[in-house]
């Protein structure tokens, strides 16, 4: 069983930053590779990037790429997804996701708002 619990969510203006975090359970998060998506109103939930479970490997998504990075402690069992320069079209709920023994977990999600 593992359980996720994201947070650092908030409005910001276009060209800001927000760091998210997302706390994790389970004994093995070291081997876990951590994904972040996101659903914006009115959209499918897409895929953000992800991190190995040593952290030496990351991937994004293009519209993403050279403004988010994804980093993680493993010892604090904890993910983060780092966001800057954001647009008013990064608006949505972000949502971190682990697959273990073939089963997704997700976190309840928390919302990032971009203004223009």
């Known amino acids: 069983q593992v359980q996720l619990v994201e947070s650092g969510g908030g409005l910001v203006q276009a060209g800001g930053s927000l760091r998210l975090s997302c706390a994790a359970s389970?004994?093995?998060?070291?081997?876990?590779?951590m994904g972040w998506f996101r659903q914006a109103p009115g959209k499918e939930r897409e895929f953000v990037g992800s991190i190995t479970g040593s952290g030496g490997s990351t991937y994004y998504a293009d519209s993403v790429k050279g403004r988010f990075t994804i980093t993680r402690d493993n010892a604090k069992k904890t993910v983060y997804l780092q966001m800057n320069s954001l647009k008013p079209e990064d608006t949505a709920v972000y949502y971190c996701?682990?697959?273990?023994?073939?089963?997704?977990?997700w976190g309840q999600g928390t919302q990032v708002t971009v203004s223009s």
């Open positions: 389970g004994r093995a998060f070291s081997r876990y590779t």
């Open positions: 996701n682990t697959k273990v023994v073939g089963r997704d977990y």
